[in-house]
């Protein structure tokens, strides 16, 4: 199963490199994953950008990767079913990338503190400096939150300071919607 996940991301990985001037330009592959069992299987990819991603963008990512599985000649021993989307609202993030795009929108994180101990804020993505090539995960970089204010505050309370975090230190970022 290994060689066949390995054959269908060189085929994803050919079909993002040639996306210049598509639709899918832009376009990043978050992650893949074959799930079910032989006769079943299932090809989940995931897929987005830094300004959000289009149903039309996932429709041709499938078609030029079902093309390049048509092309092979060596065809998959069984039909696999592909599945290509977006990460939706509740998905947690996993590319340092993918939080340049919620920059302004509310998240829920659980990350480590200094001491080790679990905590988890919610906040308003403030910045994101993330250092390396396409936001790499460095050591160096950061996320700022500005906590949400949970009910009524005091008119004369002080403001809430924001929240400089680590990536090293998240465990999980999950964009909220705001209610």
Do not use: F
């Not at 490199?17 to 832009?26: I, K, L, P, V």
């Amino acid at each position: 199963m290994q060689d066949r996940v390995e054959r269908v991301t060189r085929y994803i990985d050919n079909v993002m490199a040639n996306t210049e001037g598509t639709r899918a330009e832009g376009v990043y592959v978050v992650s893949v994953a074959l799930k079910g069992r032989a006769g079943q299987q299932k090809l989940e990819v995931l897929v987005d950008s830094d300004k959000g991603i289009a149903v039309e963008q996932c429709a041709w990512v499938s078609r030029r990767i079902l093309e390049k599985l048509e092309e092979d000649d060596e065809p998959l021993s069984e039909e696999i079913a592909i599945e290509v989307s977006s990460p939706g609202l509740g998905t947690p993030l996993q590319l340092p990338r993918q939080y340049y795009r919620h920059l302004g929108k509310l998240l829920h994180v659980r990350y480590r503190t200094p001491e080790g101990a679990e905590a988890e804020i919610e906040g308003y993505l403030q910045e994101a400096q993330l250092d390396g090539v396409n936001g790499g995960d460095s050591a160096d970089s950061v996320i700022v939150l500005k906590p949400k204010v949970q009910g009524k505050r005091p008119r004369n309370a002080q403001p809430l300071e924001n929240i400089r975090l680590p990536l090293s230190r998240i465990i999980k970022a999950v964009p909220e919607a705001e209610l």
